[in-house]
């Protein structure tokens, strides 16, 4: 207050804290509040408000606009010549304590709002830097949550990938059961083919055992097989050379006959039979034809008669009782028995000597006596002949034959063992 005259205080604007002159000076009011302010500090106050703070009114700090600022406009009915206002300035100048007061209210007003807008430049600068501060966490904010929006759809795309990979893990996994479901059923099924074949591999070689026994057996009895032809072998090579020999009396016999001359010895079976009983007899060892011929190079003729032909069996029968004696010195060689004996056969048209004496039969013995060969009588149940050694050795190709599919047999029966022995190991 200026004067004490005045009854009431002086309007001032709380911006600027100078007096309100609506006369003179242009006045603003904030239409949702009613505070009025000088038009050039209200729009100074919306210009520091639109830095940072949002638009308020400066003294009860309510929200407002430029657009809720409006003007006011008074109407002066007083007397224009009132000189109650002129005439301060003078009052003021004619009292000097009260200019000096008034000085130092000014100064104080001014060191008022000095501190005030220091304050608020203060309170501006802290401000800026909030709000730059603001900004810096704005943006890093901004970065961040860009950076969280790319993290998140990352991790959506991974997840979906992973789900992905679950689903075809899981389903793997079934497959894989169901694999293991049939592995173990096929399992099953190979260790009980395998006991079976386990069982028949015993079986196999069981039978294989024994069949290599009778293999052995065979073998022996091959073995004694070659032995028997080998032995047979040699006794007709002596047969042949006896039936040189002969050949060689048959010779001597026809010479005989032309020396003896027409004269043709006639012989029954009572002359053999009182010859044979003879205490000083001498033993005949001569040949007789009997059975199928060994000598292959001469062809058998046919006989001529039925009663020469029984003839020829009864001298043949005298004289082999007479010859038994030398059959049982010829059987010491190792060749004994009827299948030990081969025959010695003649032609059937060869006349048999026919023996009235000792004396007349002196040049048979002596040639029978200078043969160096040894000649055996043969055997009447004896017969060997082509026919029996083809089939001794057919007979021993067939075992051969036999023996060689068993032991491949074998073979075979190893190879499966060993197949499913990997298969199990497996």
Known sequence: MIGGNNSFGKTICSICYEDLNPIIEDLQSISICGHVFHEICLQQWFEYCTNGKKKNCPVCKQACSEQNANRLYFQSVGDPNDTSLTKKPRDHEEDPRELRNEVKRLEGKVLQLTSTLEKQLKDLKEVNAELFTCKEELKIEATLKNEAVKQEAAIQQLLHLKSKELDRSTLECIRLKDGNMALDRELAALKL???????????????????????????????????????LETALERKEKDNENLRT??????????????????VDRRSYENQNKAPAATEVDLCIVTGSCNDLSRPRRKRKSKSKEKS????????????????????????????NSPVIILDDDTDLPLLDDVTQHQPSFRIRKETSAP????????HLSYL????????VWMMMIYFNQMILFFF??????SAFTLLAEI
């Open 193 to 231: 083919s395998y006991k079976e074949l386990v069982t028949k591999c015993d079986t196999h070689g069981r039978r294989e055992a024994r069949s290599l026994r009778k293999l052995e057996k065979s073998k022996e009895k091959i073995n004694k097989l070659k032995t028997r032809v080998q032995e």
């Open 249 to 266: 009396l048959r010779a001597a016999k026809k010479n005989f006959e032309l020396y003896q001359g027409s004269k043709e010895p006639k």
């Open 312 to 339: 020829i069996q009864n001298t043949a029968e005298d004289i082999i009782t007479g010859g038994s004696q030398v059959q049982g010195s010829e059987n010491k060689d190792g060749i004994s028995g009827s299948r």
């Open 375 to 382: 000649v055996i009588l043969a055997h009447p149940g004896f």
């Open 388 to 395: 029996d050694v083809k089939v001794l050795s057919f007979v």
């Open 412 to 417: 075979l029966v190893l190879t499966y063992c």
